[in-house]
């Protein structure tokens, strides 16, 4: 009974905030000297929202010098200009202003949140930020011990372990298999001047994307638009990753470690966002990994067997590959088992499928749950910019849940037998497993 008032309760929240999504209406603005923004008009409250990305992200960092673009995200917001770094912080802290940045494999990007009466001078930070970063001694030396300090914390770290071993073994002489913090050595080595052809050849007009939302009309944003970007080059400097196929042989890998919990990352080849099967496999993966409470290996590990708090899966698409994730935390001497049930799920999923209730289920929550992910400006923001990234159209928002009730059972089904194979699925274990060997 209280499942199914909790079950009615979800879904009146859902129905309570459906119309935000709804509502929003994306316009894509061009300034006169051609630089595009999507937009998102809220003028509720006097904030303003502005998430940005380049293409280019820590797989291109130079051999020997991983962890540049780590490094460059750090230090970006530490001076700028004519404004040293304590100066260029008391400014965004004495005027409320949010200005960070980030990098992953394949993209840079940056995030800024203001007040309306501080948009001008918000709006100039990030322009210094990006075309005249100072990258002075202290500052660059100070984030570089931070850096360092963290990857010391991180290679003890066992969730931190697993994954970079299963890079490594996934994706073995590409970019995708380094550490995209890098190493103590290669953080040690980057010099001043890299981090300035970094931004020279990196950061450019022509793999820019802008996503705003809040207080702020179109005319405004085209002159910022201008004002904050239009001193960027005109192009990024060329650059080619090539396409890789995830390592797909079975194997175990054991990395030896005392703690009580063996800590379980696990992977085989996925599918690209791009793909024709894509939501095919979303809603397939929602039902055997990706669904939290509802999902299968939930049920079998944690609430059948009690194995472990949490199991799961999620499809991880790159830029040049696909793969399918999971994971699982468990005592030392039950690792064998829940790897075993892993296993066993995944094998079952890819002979017998879905059922029409499972798939029923996946699609009502599915599609259901998407107006949660405009809850906030900076949601949206963000799910712009990832839509823009993966050139899915500005109308993606209204199509989304379209895509997901077009899928057939016999779709999810062809695409779980093609995909999913335990004789694929990397392992790796960090801990003290019983009764669990690496592999040759």
Known sequence: MLKKMSSLFFVSVLLFIAHSAAAIEIKEVTSAKGIKAWLVEDHTNPILTVDIAFRGGSALDPDGKEGLANLVSSTLDEGAGDITSQNFQQKLEDLAISLSFDSRLDSFSGSLRTLKRNQTIAFELLRLALTNPRFDSEPVERIR?????????????????????????????????????????SVKVI????????????????????????????????????????????????????????????????VEKSIPQSIITFAQPGIKRDHPDFFSAYVMNYVLGGGGFESRLYEEIREKRGLAYSAYSYLAPLNHAGIIVGGAGTANARTAETV????DEWAKMNAKGLTIRELQDAKTYLTGSYPLR?????????????IQLEKLGLDYIDKRNGYIEAVTL????????????????????????????STP
């Open 410 to 437: 016999k779709d999810v089904n062809r695409v779980a037998a093609e995909l999913l194979d335990p004789n694929k699925i990397t392992m790796v274990v960090v801990g003290k497993p019983k009764g669990i060997t």
């Open 145 to 185: 011990s931070q850096i360092i300090a963290n990857i010391r914390r991180q290679s003890e770290n066992p969730r931190r372990i697993a994954r970079r071993t299963l890079f490594a073994k996934l994706f073995p002489n590409h970019p995708y298999g380094r550490p995209s913090n890098g190493t103590e050595d």
């Open 340 to 343: 075993k049930v892993l296993r």
């Open 374 to 386: 405009f809850s906030s400006s900076g949601r949206i923001a963000g799910m712009m910019t990832g």
């Open 191 to 254: 010099k001043r001047v890299d981090l300035r052809i970094f931004v020279q050849q990196r950061l450019a007009r022509n793999n820019l994307i802008v996503s705003v939302v809040g207080d702020i009309t179109e005319d405004e944003l085209k002159v910022q638009l201008d004002q904050t970007f239009g001193e960027l080059p005109e192009k990024a400097s060329p650059w080619k990753i090539a396409e890789v196929t995830p390592d797909a042989t079975k194997k175990t890998i054991v």
